[in-house]
């Protein structure tokens, strides 16, 4: 249990109660993985308890109760849990932990003043919205690391307390700072892309391909070589495929999904950490609700459009451990390329999905792959000299192996405005000018190919997606000019 309150978490503490002093019912906690929100909505709820008043935390499926139960009891919190077989079912606590789902098809709302939503990023189910509308003068405290939905969360929340960003929490050794490389990357330009992402059938079948399998496995024997590693696979069939490579190369390799039962996953995690196990490879089961400080080494070997997917996965490595310093990630499913650096943190939007905000965009050594920001990696050269908006500095020298990845012309290029001043275009604005004109570019190839496709949407929204909606907008007369009709709508 943690004693006394980080500097951030006192903060948010003291905004989440501001905030509901003022009148606001409903605030959200957005916070990083590891940043300790257990800490903080346990506080609260201690609070509510020792005020004679009740609450109940909302989790989603009956798995997530049990995880939910242990936290409140690590951070000493007494309650119980709400279901008919459950050991700690407590009926007259105070502090009652839920399944939402449970709730929801029984028609069931026990009495609370507070409801605290775990994993709020997954609160827009019909169960979630259907006890949104049952508790119409409770407060609520909604919390995830990955608050960033499409469809909004207006319904559980009003404000927002985000008291620090991961850059922050890296920085303050709070967490620990990911090393990227991107080895390979798939083509995933045949790949369709159903509700908002990759079609996973489709996905398979590239992953699976016997030169990117080889591919992870040669380059964890050369990157990683024996540190507790978790893959991320796209299916089933791919996660043991990917498992028969890592040993049949001598690497140990197990498999876990959602059929593993509870305590042998726990069994599978614990020979990681002993080193009995090097690699655990998964289809979507480690991303929350897992504690795992000793994992050295993620490999992302599932593209994901998600952001919010993206942010778990990676999140897994981000605990402080021992002499940890940091963890390797090994990039085989263009995931870096499409969301940037976790450091790179998005804010919450309650309305939606926040975009990207165009950041620098990493460089990839040609040499070991290692994945920097120019920018980041000149000011730790030179930590005693301020960068200034107006002329950003960048080193391309990689800082693994010291090869020079400048850009041709040497990544910088000076132009002439009309009023003759001289301004620094830099490379980031060259890549988002080639990222563009690759968009394009494919949009024209696709028009015939795939009419029924609006290929002018598309273009418009890939670079939305990348570089933010102010920027696109820019680009739509270009978009317009460049992309044809099909033929049969001309």
């Known amino acids: 249990m943690i004693q006394t309150a980080r500097p951030y978490q006192a903060d948010a503490l003291a905004q989440i109660r501001s905030h509901y002093m003022d009148g606001v019912r409903r605030v959200l906690l957005h916070l990083a993985t590891g940043g300790g929100k257990t800490y903080i909505f346990c506080r609260v709820l201690e609070g509510v308890a020792k005020n004679g008043k009740r609450a109940i935390m909302a989790v989603r499926g009956k798995d997530l109760v049990d ?3 242990q936290r409140l009891f690590k951070e000493g919190v007494e309650h119980g849990c709400l ?18 789902d449970t709730l929801y098809r029984r028609k069931v709302a026990p009495p609370a003043d507070l409801v605290v939503i775990d994993e709020a990023h997954l609160a827009t189910s019909d169960g979630f919205l259907w006890l949104a509308t049952q508790y119409p003068e409770a407060f609520y405290l909604p919390v995830s690391a990955t608050p960033h939905v499409k469809k909004g969360l207006r319904h559980i929340a009003e404000r927002v307390v985000y008291p620090t960003t991961i850059r922050s929490l890296i920085a303050d050794g709070f967490l620990v700072r990911p090393k990227y490389y991107r080895p390979s990357q798939p083509d995933l330009s045949e790949v369709k892309i159903k509700n ?4 996973s059938d489709g996905l398979s079948e590239v992953m699976v391909k016997r030169a990117i399998v080889g ?30 490579a890592f040993n049949s190369n001598g690497i140990v390799a197990e498999f876990v999904d959602d059929a593993t039962k509870p305590k042998e996953r726990k069994l599978a995690l614990e020979r990681l950490e002993a080193g009995e196990t090097k690699v655990i490879c998964n289809v979507g089961i480690l991303t ?24 778990q996965m990676l999140g897994r490595g981000t605990r402080p451990y021992r002499d940890k310093t940091n963890f390797i990630v090994l990039d085989h499913a263009n995931n870096i390329e499409e969301h940037g650096f976790i450091e790179n943190e998005r804010e919450c939007n309650l309305d939606g999905v926040t975009k990207s905000k165009g950041e ?6 040609k040499q070991c792959y290692c994945y920097f920001l120019p920018s980041e990696n000149w000011q730790e050269k030179n930590p005693d000299k301020l960068q200034t908006p107006s002329r950003s500095r960048r080193d391309y020298d990689c800082p693994e192996c010291g090869c020079d990845n400048a850009p041709a012309g040497g990544g910088i290029r000076i132009e002439e405005t009309e009023e003759g001043i001289l301004t620094e275009v830099t490379p980031f604005e060259l890549e988002r000018e080639q990222y563009v004109f690759d968009v394009l570019r494919k949009a024209r190839m696709n028009v015939e190919r795939s009419p029924e496709k609006k290929w002018r949407g598309w273009a418009f929204f890939r670079i939305s997606d990348k570089y933010g909606e102010d920027y696109a907008k820019t680009q739509w007369r270009r978009i317009n000019k460049e992309i044809p009709r099909p033929a049969a709508s001309a």
């Open 288 to 311: 929350t609700g897992v504690d795992m400080p000793f994992l050295r080494a993620i490999i992302m070997a599932r593209p994901t459009r998600s952001y919010n997917l993206y942010i």
């Open 67 to 69: 995880q939910a139960s």
């Open 360 to 365: 620098e965009k990493p460089i990839c050594c």
């Open 196 to 199: 908002g992402e990759y079609d």
């Open 83 to 100: 279901q008919g077989t459950h050991w700690n079912l407590k009926p007259n606590a105070a502090i009652q932990i839920c399944s939402v």
């Open 215 to 244: 591919d992870i496995v040669e380059h964890y024997q050369s990157l990683i070589n024996g540190l507790p590693t978790v893959c991320f696979t796209v299916s089933k069939n791919h996660s043991r495929t990917m498992v028969d």
